[in-house]
């Protein structure tokens, strides 16, 4: 590699492709030839993957800017979540919260409606918490350091490392799961991705491939390689431009790679809920502001064992009786919802309700204002049903 202080007829000559960020004299515990330790391997692998991604870069909104607020919305939208359902929402947000400062001072209801559908509603409970501490004790500005930025809820290493190198281009290493299928097929890196032997060793490696002053285009063609070419199934190894290194496509098996964590099985919870109407307005509660779904809107529901006819309208009616201080009588169903989480399955037995005297908790709000609360997508079916 052609050092940058060489010179040539009294001038400067630029490299090509920078200089490694880890010291290559480093006391290391694996040289083997062709493992992610051996130099030229690396020096190769960033050379093609930094010329694939400029041919090949996807063109997404948060890469026209290097705001790092605008970097930092869209790096905890894209937790656990694709591309493409992110887009509309992160233009969403910043049209509605364009600064920091109108985030930490927007009410959590708002932040919540306009983050509805996008899931994982923690993500905005932290980002809106983590704004407010940037405006209190930050001067307002997102951090450009490792500590502070890890000092944040529903911030990670990961998720720190992408901040610091797509806003300040800082050598930061990333380790999204397009990233440690990529490094784990690359390199033939068994074990489970999340444990913490084989994390310790991703974080290795990940750091180790970064070129000096080219952390940001090496990290965003990482995670593009792992999201247009090197997918879960059926990856498009004559395509990558590393399958000359690739030992997890030389072992005729790349989807092997990484390994794959036990399937349990999802438990099947079945609720029963209340539409419960008064005057032109139903009754609704806020679930607390924190835990699943937590600061959203929805019907009263609770969890049931009994499953039909009259047990379940007895075990609804007794429910509303006792947790919210009211007598109703239970009419017709309106009908029987589901829905898919992370870790359970949910299906939701609604049922229309008259109240007949007062409430002691919850709100009434008027049918038609139901669309101006964050509510999670199976209470807002149940919304948009009454509507129609």
């Known amino acids: ?57 996807r063109d997404l909104p948060w890469r026209r800017t ?14 656990q979540t694709q591309v493409a359902t992110v887009i509309p929402y992160y233009q969403k947000f910043l049209k509605s919260f364009p600064t920091l400062r109108h985030l930490a001072k927007a009410n959590l209801s708002k932040v919540l409606k ?19 501490i940037l405006l209190n004790h930050f001067h307002g500005k997102t951090p450009d350091t490792l500590k502070d930025l890890l000092s944040l809820p529903g911030i990670g290493r990961s998720t720190a490392g992408a901040i610091l190198s797509f806003a300040f ?15 784990s097929r690359l390199f033939a890196v068994l074990g489970s991705p999340g444990g913490r032997k084989t994390e310790q ?36 190894c004559p395509l990558c431009p590393l399958h000359h290194f690739c030992k997890a496509r030389a072992s005729g098996d790349p989807e092997k790679y990484p390994t794959k964590k036990s399937q349990r099985a999802i438990p099947h919870v079945e609720s029963v809920s209340a539409v419960i109407k ?22 009263p529901n609770w969890r049931i064992e009994e499953k039909r006819g009259t047990r ?11 947790e919210m201080g009211m007598n109703v009588k239970v009419k017709e169903p309106m009908g029987i919802f589901h829905q898919t989480y992370s870790h359970f399955k949910l299906t939701l037995h609604v049922y229309y309700c008259v109240a007949m005297g007062k409430n002691k908790k919850g709100r009434w709000v008027a049918v038609g204002n139901l669309h101006l609360l964050p509510m999670s997508r199976i209470h807002r079916r149940i919304a948009e049903s009454i509507l129609n």
């Not at 306009?114 to 407010?132: F, I, K, P, T």
């Not at 281009?169 to 490094?183: S, T």
């Not at 779904?293 to 019907?299: A, I, P, S, V």
């Open 169 to 183: 281009d800082k050598e930061a290493p990333i380790l999204d799961g397009n990233a440690k299928r990529v490094l």
């Open 278 to 299: 008064k005057k032109g307005k139903v009754l609704l509660n806020q679930r607390p502001p924190v835990g699943l779904l937590g600061g959203l809107w929805g019907f």
């Open 1 to 57: 590699m052609i050092s940058s202080s060489s010179k040539k007829a009294g001038k400067k000559i630029i490299p090509l492709y920078p200089p490694l960020v880890s010291d290559p004299e480093r006391s290391l515990t694996r040289r083997e030839k062709g493992g992610w330790e051996d130099l030229k391997v690396r020096e190769a692998i960033q050379k093609r993957l930094l010329r694939w991604f400029e041919e090949n870069k």
């Open 114 to 132: 306009v983050w509805e559908g996008l899931g994982y509603y923690s993500r905005a409970r932290n980002l809106h918490r983590a704004s407010q």
């Open 201 to 236: 060793l991703f974080w290795e490696i990940s750091e180790s491939l970064i070129p000096k002053g080219y952390s940001n285009p090496f990290n965003q063609a990482l995670m593009d390689l792992g999201s247009i070419i090197c997918t879960p199934k059926g990856p498009r």
């Open 312 to 322: 379940l309208r007895l075990r609804l009616r007794n429910c509303i009786k006792k």
């Open 66 to 79: 290097q705001d790092p607020y605008a970097v930092w919305v869209s790096e905890i939208m894209l937790q």
